[in-house]
């Protein structure tokens, strides 16, 4: 087995172990004794492996980092198996916050509240619980209120290499939920907790805008 094979072998190996992407620095602090562009030269020649040999995956570049994914084609069988977990499900008022924070971002609470007519408090809590927003500092209007940003597992959670590809408004619903995600991490999987990695919230019903009037305020 060649010197060069091995180094192939060595990223392969790497990325299929990480559930999260792996940082071109954070595999360059495993080979140290290759320089950044053979490593990204190696990941190239990784997937034109892959589409030679019709391979079931590929690395895509993913929120500053690389990771394996299966292809799109083998979705529906991906996601029979997924229905058979408990899906981590984001509820409609949970989507609403989200998709105003993704698009109006930096934005304060009382924003949000506007947009949607309802208080989001509870809807925020889970969001941070879930890593898929985050605070960013206190704007400096009155009461100095909390700035709400998107994360780095926001990116990670919706396949996305950063904001700028973000779907149009319209869209983001589809992508959100996972029957409709046409490509999903390969193994291995994070696991789907019972309680607090679920995104429904488990309270009275809340009196939400029409979806065409949260587009347009959006």
């Not at 997937?47 to 979705?75: D, K």
């Not at 985050?134 to 909390?146: K, N, V, Y």
């Not at 996305?160 to 046409?182: A, G, T, V, Y």
């Not at 390969?186 to 607090?196: I, M, N």
Request: hydrophobic share 40%; glycine share 4%; aromatic share 6%.
């Amino acid at each position: 087995m060649s010197e060069e094979l091995n180094y192939h072998l060595i990223v392969e190996a790497l990325l299929f172990v990480s559930d999260s992407p792996l940082s071109l620095n954070k595999l360059k602090a495993v080979l140290t004794e290759l320089p950044s562009e053979k490593i990204k030269s190696i990941i190239e020649e990784l997937n034109q492996r892959y589409r030679e040999g019709n391979q079931s995956f590929n690395i895509r570049e993913i929120a500053g980092g690389y990771q394996m994914y299966t292809l799109p084609e083998f979705a529906p069988w991906i996601n029979q198996l997924d229905s058979l977990k408990r899906a981590q499900r984001l509820s409609q008022a949970a989507l609403e916050s989200l998709s105003i924070i993704a698009y109006r971002q930096p934005v304060v609470k009382s924003t949000i509240d506007h947009i949607r007519g309802v208080d989001s408090g509870a809807v925020l809590h889970t969001l941070l619980e879930r890593k898929l927003i985050t605070i960013s500092g206190r704007d400096e209007s009155a009461g100095r209120p909390l700035i709400y940003v998107t994360t780095k597992d926001f990116l990670i959670y919706f396949g996305l290499k950063d904001l700028k590809e973000l779907p149009r408004i319209e869209e983001l619903e589809s992508l959100i939920r996972f029957k409709d995600i046409k490509e999903l991490p390969a193994l291995p999987s994070v696991p789907v907790k019972e309680d607090k990695d679920t995104l429904i919230i488990d309270r009275e019903p809340e009196k939400e805008m029409p979806p065409e009037r949260i587009k347009e305020n959006i």
